[in-house]
Nanobody, 124 residues
């Protein structure tokens, strides 16, 4: 079955960095978009970044542009989210998701598969 497994979350200082990883398994993902979302307590799930597996086209949410970078390693079936210049408002559970599509969609409802999430906490 399809599995997405995130790792790399933890505690970071304001201005620090973390790198999240998402390993995908269970089928071929070459036709998918891989997305990162986050959800803070009491808030809706928010689109962070997305990448097309085939062409590596990226798209970012406004709140992370210029600070976060999404990338993928086809050989390892892994998607990364490099998070720099972290702020307290980046604190959330971060989820990896897959959508069989040619375009990066920002709505969570378009994504069919989700990981279990990894906690990121930024302290000031």
């Amino acid at each position: 079955q399809v599995q997405l497994v995130e790792s790399g979350g933890g505690l970071a200082q304001v201005g620090g960095s973390l790198r999240l990883s998402c390993v995908a398994s269970g089928r071929t993902f070459s036709g998918d978009v891989m997305g990162w979302f986050r959800q803070a307590p009491g808030k809706e799930r928010e689109f962070v970044a997305g990448i097309t597996w085939r062409g590596g086209i990226t798209y970012y949410g406004d709140s992370v542009k210029g600070r976060f970078a999404i990338s993928r390693d086809n050989a390892k079936n892994t998607v990364y989210l490099q998070m720099n210049s972290l702020k307290p408002e980046d604190t959330a559970v971060y989820y990896c998701a897959a959508d069989y599509s040619d375009y990066v969609m920002t709505g969570a409802r378009y994504y069919d598969y989700w990981g279990q999430g990894t906690q990121v906490t930024v302290s000031s």
